[in-house]
């Protein structure tokens, strides 16, 4: 059986220090921390993946919020990281490959991940990081916080990011910035469908630790239902999504906590959930 890691509830880093984590009323608070740019190193990448795999394990938490440090959200793949590998015997290829993929790796463990991942930006998240953001659940981001996927800008298009973007905003939208790699600003990403709100600086934590409450007080086995059906429907066709969703139901209807809530709904009651 695998190790139950708990965090501490008055915060805590990783063994590098490049993430930190706090967990308060069922709420897990991870912050990228290395600044100014909180590239998406190997090692920021390794640790926030091990980070999401605790939490996963943990049954304290139910929703988790992915913040940065500083005026960048993350400044995407660090580039000199990269470039330091062109050295190598085979040019780098082993190392890209190492990158990309686990890049790929991170952003499908947020998606798959039962428990829902709130992205709170405050600042510029580009390239790699604006994979991040596209990748979580719900975004939030302050009225002067920008976005891009400006690789064609450096001869290297955002071809992963670009997977995670155009499932978030309009297709044609999407192209708009892997094209044009021009920097857009909230409004617009809020109009492309990145971001969920835009919130005043002075405002975003609170704004961010209100949803995260109102998600963390539900049932946390419904969020996990409710989770993997929302993403696994819509890779497929319309009518085979209507016919795996009714199965869910079904399915979610059996568990206790759905007896109990619609229960306390009809009895006018709070529901206690036990999470069955």
């Known amino acids: 059986m695998a190790e139950v890691v708990s965090f501490r509830k008055d915060g805590a880093k990783d063994e590098h220090g ?3 984590s706090s967990l308060k009323d069922q709420v897990l608070r991870l912050t990228l921390n290395n600044p100014p740019a909180n590239t998406l190193s190997i090692a920021m990448k390794q640790a926030l993946s091990d980070r999401l795999d605790r939490a996963e394990a943990d049954s304290e938490v139910h929703v988790i919020i992915i913040a940065a440090s500083g005026a960048v959200f993350s400044a995407g793949h660090d580039l000199k990281e990269l470039t330091a590998h062109r050295a190598d015997e085979d040019g ?11 890049a790929g790796e991170l952003m499908m463990k947020i998606t798959r991940l039962s428990k829902p991942v709130i992205a709170e930006i405050d600042g510029l998240a580009t390239a790699a990081g604006c994979q991040l953001v596209a ?3 719900l975004a939030i981001c302050t009225d002067t916080s920008t976005f891009c996927t400006p690789g064609v800008n450096i001869g290297l298009f955002c071809s992963t990011p670009a997977v995670a973007v155009s499932r978030a905003a309009h297709r044609k939208q999407a192209m708009e910035m892997l094209l044009t790699g021009e920097t857009i600003d909230a409004s617009t990403a809020k109009d492309f469908g990145l971001v969920n709100r835009i919130v005043p600086k002075q405002y975003l934590t609170q704004v961010v630790q209100k949803y995260a409450s109102v998600i963390a007080s539900k049932s946390p086995l419904t969020l996990k ?12 066709s319309l009518e085979d999504a209507y016919d795996y969703a009714a199965g869910v139901m079904v399915e979610n209807m ?3 906590d759905a007896e109990e809530g619609i229960g306390a709904f009809l009895g006018k009651r709070r529901a206690e959930w036990t999470g069955e």
Do not use: N, P, W
Not at 92 to 99: E, K, L, M, S, V
Not at 225 to 236: D, H, L, N, S, V
């Open 225 to 236: 239902i409710g989770k993997q059906a929302f993403y696994r429907q819509a890779e497929m």
């Open 18 to 20: 490049i993430v930190l």
């Open 92 to 102: 780098g290829r082993a190392f890209f490959d190492t990158t990309f993929r686990l």
């Open 135 to 137: 990748s979580c659940d």
């Open 254 to 256: 059996l568990t206790k």
